[in-house]
């Protein structure tokens, strides 16, 4: 059983995936394609299913044509035998002939039935005259007073007739080619329509600052920008210098692409992008040169913004790292972005941003003068943020008058951008689920659960084990009430979500920055309170308090080793960041020694706090009772219920101070 609280992070849902790699680009000007070089092999005509269709098609219908005028009238003939035609003109059925070499058409006057069955019936006719002989056939015609034509054996084919058929083809092939040529410009016969489609199809819509909202400061170092690229003139007559590369920094989903998609946007210049992680995994050995490639693309298309997100994957300090297989890879496409960047001459008018969340973990060399030297930091949004967020993303969305986008902001502290855009997303489809016109305020409370605590999980829980669930959640929420009480417990439930059994939500009522160590010792109690709750209870403890006892070591080992909390280990920091990054110069260099008493140290904290919970609980088993009742009952809680079952009153406003 598990807690979340607020620092969980939803991951960012990706919104861009991916077109054939390395880069992306955006707002490029209609102009010929920007595909790397085409395969070798590729024969001069298109290979697009399309062209050969109506190819195909065009052939046909020219063969259809062609037949139906070069068979004449013939084909419109039927063929009777010289004997049948003989005894119709004896019959004087006959009302007119034509002579054509040795063959005679004609019609006659009543319909004539042919074949076995006399299904066909027959009025234009065509037959041979044999030459064995002279039949007379003609005194015979006269005779019957029918009329008698000739026709010369070279048939004159009208004029029009003949350009159709002689050239006709040819035109329609010709004519065919032109067209493809204009539409996809040179080199549209080995690709044609891709670029194009790729451009005009599948182009996202420019981001601009209106999309941008809550990190308005980072929004404004970045205006000087925008206006560079509006003006490069402006700038270089009075000899300003043009920063090349700006570092956005911050946690993942505050915005960071966004923001760098929105300065192109804005200032209405192409945006190249390319992940550099994909980069280097992507394409082993070729990563230098790519890097040369999109460098010479993005100069082209001066003045652009080049975007490199995760710069951290491939700029990491190079004494540091995995150091294991693609190390050499990395470096190499480092190096190339260096010198790429340093031989930017001033005009080049590309800038490059670039992203990472872990900026003290970069290559200095990067961060050098004329490299990254500008630093903007890209901070989780404050409740005005979140609120400015929201309503940025709920633009497109019919809102019912009772929502109340600021009680959203202020009940989702430590969200960030991504997250929220995800929050009013799943609100908008749980309205929909529901068919509804609009989205309520009750759909953002769904939708909230939805992304702190997990999607409700179908799975039978005996009733044994859904007790014990509301006792151990019960345990956090008491605990967590007597020792942060600033902090409202917003949920509890023993739903099933995700791979616990139950939840127990305790929510900063603001954002918080900065902790200190009651607060933290607060947060270990809390997180100790399922598994005491137990303990009391039942004299025993499950497995289900595993990814707590996680949590709490994590918390107690940062506050020993990096945050000085531990008057034994001292104001030392002993341990590295989280997270495989290298320890500050100096910072690696602890003996086998302080690494066990800052093991002693972290147990010593951890049972302390365990002790605290027991007791407290103990002092409460009241409270914890009646809140396990109410849970078994009612499965899911409120805050206004939790409080009311336990007793305390609910924290003041929860809105931020
Ligand atoms: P990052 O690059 O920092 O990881 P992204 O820019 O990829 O974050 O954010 C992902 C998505 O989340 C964006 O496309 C946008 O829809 C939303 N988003 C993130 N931050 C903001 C913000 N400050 N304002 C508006 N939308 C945001
Ligand atoms: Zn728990």
């Known amino acids: 059983m598990s807690d979340s609280d607020s620092t969980s992070r939803i991951v960012p849902e990706e919104d861009r995936q991916g077109p054939p790699p390395p880069w992306r680009v955006e707002g490029l000007p209609d102009e010929p394609p920007q595909l790397a070089p085409r395969p070798s092999g590729v024969g001069l005509l298109p290979r697009e299913p399309r062209f050969w269709i109506i190819l195909l098609g065009l052939l046909l219908l020219n063969w259809f044509i062609y037949s139906w005028f070069a068979g004449g009238q013939g084909t419109a003939r039927a063929r009777v035998s010289y004997s049948q035609f003989r005894t119709e003109v004896d019959a004087g059925n006959v009302e007119e002939v034509t002579s054509v070499g040795s063959a005679i058409e004609g019609s006659f006057l009543t319909p004539v039935k042919l074949g076995i069955d006399a299904g066909v019936t027959v009025v234009l006719f065509r037959t041979e005259r044999p030459s064995l002989g002279d039949d007379k056939v003609i005194d015979v015609l006269l005779a019957k007073g029918v009329t008698v034509n000739a026709q010369s054996l070279t048939r004159p084919v009208p004029f029009w007739q003949n350009l159709l058929f002689g050239f006709g083809p040819t035109v329609l092939l010709v004519g065919l080619f032109v067209v493809m040529f204009r539409r996809g410009g040179a080199g549209a016969l080995t690709g044609m329509g891709r670029s194009r489609a790729k451009r005009v199809d599948n182009e996202p819509k420019r981001a601009t600052f209106a999309d941008v909202a809550g990190i308005d400061e980072a929004e404004d170092e970045l205006i000087e920008i925008v206006d560079f690229l509006r003006n490069p003139e402006r700038y270089q007559r009075l000899g300003a210098t043009i920063p090349r590369g700006v570092l956005l920094s911050g946690p993942p989903g505050t915005g960071k692409t966004l923001l760098a998609r929105a300065v192109a946007g804005e200032a209405g210049v192409p945006f190249f992008s390319l992940s550099a992680s994909e980069f280097v995994e992507m394409i082993v050995g070729v990563g230098a040169s790519r890097v040369r490639d999109l460098f010479e693309q993005a100069k082209k298309a001066a ?61 200095p060399a990067l961060l050098r003068p004329g490299r990254f030297d500008r630093h903007v930091v890209v901070n989780p949004p404050d409740i005005v943020g979140r609120r400015a967020i929201l309503a940025v993303h709920s633009r497109q969305v019919p809102l019912d008058e009772d929502v109340d986008l600021a009680a959203v902001a202020a009940s989702t502290p430590g969200m960030v951008g991504a997250d929220l855009r995800n929050l009013v997303n799943e609100a908008a489809l749980l309205a929909a689920r529901r068919h509804r016109g609009s989205v309520c305020q009750a759909d953002f409370t769904d939708a909230f659960d939805k992304v702190m605590l997990g999607t409700a999980r179908a799975i039978t829980v005996s009733p044994a084990e859904r007790e014990r669930t509301a006792v151990h959640e019960s345990g956090h929420a008491v605990t967590g009430i007597l020792m942060n009480p600033a902090d409202p417990v917003r949920k509890v439930s023993i739903i099933p979500r995700g791979a616990s059994l139950g939840v127990t939500l305790q929510a900063p009522a603001a ?87 800052v093991d002693d140290e972290v147990r010593r904290i951890l049972d302390e706090c365990y002790v605290t919970a027991l007791g407290l609980l103990a002092d409460h088993r009241d409270r914890l009772e009646a809140l396990a009742r109410l849970l078994l009952e009612r499965e899911t809680l409120d805050e206004p219920d939790i409080y009311a079952a336990v007793g305390f009153a609910r924290p003041g406003s929860s809105t931020a101070s």
């Open 303 to 363: 003045p652009a913004i080049m975007f490199i997100d995760e710069l951290d994957a491939i700029g990491r300090a190079r004494s540091s790292g995995a150091g294991l297989g693609g190390h050499d890879e990395r470096e190499q496409t480092l190096n190339q972005i260096l010198t790429e960047m340093d031989g930017f001459a001033g005009a080049a008018g590309v800038i490059v941003l670039a992203a990472t969340n872990r900026p003290e973990i970069l290559d």
């Open 511 to 597: 954002d918080r920055y900065d902790y200190d160590e009651a607060y933290l010792r607060g947060r270990i109690v809390m997180t100790l309170g399922g598994r005491a709750a137990e303990e009391l209870v039942y004299g025993n403890v499950t497995t289900g308090a595993e990814s707590d006892l996680e949590k709490v070591t994590q918390i107690a080992r940062q506050m020993v080793g990096r945050w000085g909390m531990s008057a034994v280990i001292g104001p030392v920091a002993v341990l590295p960041r989280p997270g495989d990054g290298p320890l500050l110069p100096g910072v690696d260099a602890t003996s086998p020694r302080t690494q066990e008493l």
